[in-house]
Antibody, heavy 124, light 113 residues
Framework: QVQLVESGGGVVQPGRSLRLSCAAS????????MHWVRQAPGKGLEWVAS????????FYAHSVEGRFTISRDNSKNTLNLQMNSLRPEDTAVYYC?????????????????WGQGTMVTVSS | DIVMTQSPDSLAVSLGERATINCKSS????????????LAWYQQKPGQPPKLLIY???TRESGVPDRFSGSGSGTDFTLTISSLQTEDVAVYYC?????????FGQGTKVEIK
């Protein structure tokens, strides 16, 4: 089955860290840029971070720059998001998404495959 | 950052009738050298992740019913559902990917009247 599966979400106290992962199955993502997008409860979509196919280029939203780090392991067909110094406003469902751009293309194109998401709750 | 503004925030349409959603960007997203608008539309049903419907403003993603169509250029775009079906009840988002950061509209909720 072709899918992206996120994991690593949970409840964490403000200031603590969490690491999210996104595993691709039935599809190879090593040639595509990848993204993290989040959605706070009852709110719209907010782009978080992007990474090029080879990991050499990364972009971050202003709201997470310096606290979050996007990375990928193409040998394991996975995408990661290390989240440090978490704040209550980081509470959201976090989705990983695949870029539809041509293999190796960057900057981002539309996002044509999404995982089901993993919930992150930052609360004391 | 490019700001994406959708209108209306919500709309209720009778089954089989047309639904129209507008999206305006704060600057042009027309990539001149390719003559393509870097504008996408997504559909999100309750409890589900977003699904890509349209990219380049008017190109339907594979498998998307042809009752969904996109139009517009530059800063003004429209998503049209020509004949609303029950399965089309969802929130719809536009997104620009012309420049980083990619930005989304606030969403438009479509319901059955």
């Amino acid at each position: 089955q072709v899918q992206l599966v996120e994991s690593g979400g949970g409840v964490v106290q403000p200031g603590r860290s969490l690491r999210l992962s996104c595993a691709a199955s039935g599809v190879t993502i090593s040639g595509n840029a990848m993204h993290w997008v989040r959605q706070a409860p009852g709110k719209g979509l907010e782009w978080v971070a992007s990474i090029s196919y080879d990991g050499s280029t990364k972009f971050y939203a202003h709201s997470v720059e310096g606290r979050f780090t996007i990375s990928r392991d193409n040998s394991k067909n996975t995408l990661n998001l290390q989240m440090n110094s978490l704040r209550p406003e980081d509470t959201a469902v976090y989705y990983c998404a695949r870029d539809r751009g041509a293999v190796g293309a960057f900057p981002p194109d539309a996002f044509n495959m999404w995982g089901q998401g993993t919930m992150v709750t930052v609360s004391s | 950052d490019i700001v994406m503004t959708q209108s209306p925030d919500s709309l209720a349409v009778s089954l089989g009738e047309r639904a129209t959603i507008n999206c305006k960007s704060s600057q042009s997203v027309l990539y001149s050298s390719r003559n393509k608008n870097d504008l996408a539309w997504y559909q999100q049903k309750p409890g589900q992740p977003p699904k890509l419907l349209i990219y380049w403003a008017s190109t339907r993603e594979s498998g998307v019913p042809d009752r969904f169509s996109g139009s517009g250029s530059g800063t003004d775009f429209t998503l049209t559902i020509s004949s609303l079906q029950t399965e089309d009840v969802a929130v719809y988002y536009c997104q620009q990917y012309y420049t980083t950061p990619p930005t989304f509209g606030q969403g438009t909720k479509v319901e059955i009247k």
